[in-house]
Nanobody, 123 residues
Framework: QVQPVESGGGLVQAGGSLRLSCAAS????????MGWYRQAPGKQRELVAV???????NYRDSVKGRFTISRDNAKNTVYLQMNSLKSEDTAVYSC?????????????????WGQGTQVTVSS
């Protein structure tokens, strides 16, 4: 079982930056595709970015050029660098093992979710 622990969220002004971290306690971390997800109030959880076991990345259109996902296999940790933040980025951000989620709303992950980390962007 993977129990992610997310950190790094906070309150930031529009245009600012945050770096999120997610530590996943799993033996075969380096063999897993990892994703960052977010859920805004009153909305469904959505996929933000994915990094594969080989290090390739992809992003939802609204964050391309602003967010960067990365991983450190030695630390079982995945990161999300968020720059040029906008008010619409406000959400609880979580990470999980990605099993083939899509950006149009279909999420496929392991069932366990961590607490997430709140990101609030003030305009």
């Amino acid at each position: 079982q993977v129990q992610p622990v997310e950190s790094g969220g906070g309150l930031v002004q529009a245009g600012g930056s945050l770096r999120l971290s997610c530590a996943a306690s799993v033996i075969n971390f380096r063999a897993l595709n990892m994703g960052w997800y977010r859920q805004a109030p009153g909305k469904q959880r959505e996929l933000v970015a994915v990094i594969s076991m080989s290090g390739s990345t992809n992003y939802r259109d609204s964050v391309k050029g602003r967010f960067t996902i990365s991983r450190d296999n030695a630390k079982n940790t995945v990161y999300l660098q968020m720059n040029s933040l906008k008010s619409e980025d406000t959400a609880v951000y979580s990470c999980n093992v990605d099993l083939g989620s899509t950006y149009n709303g279909r999420l496929r992950t392991l069932p366990n979710w961590g607490q997430g980390t709140q990101v609030t962007v003030s305009s």
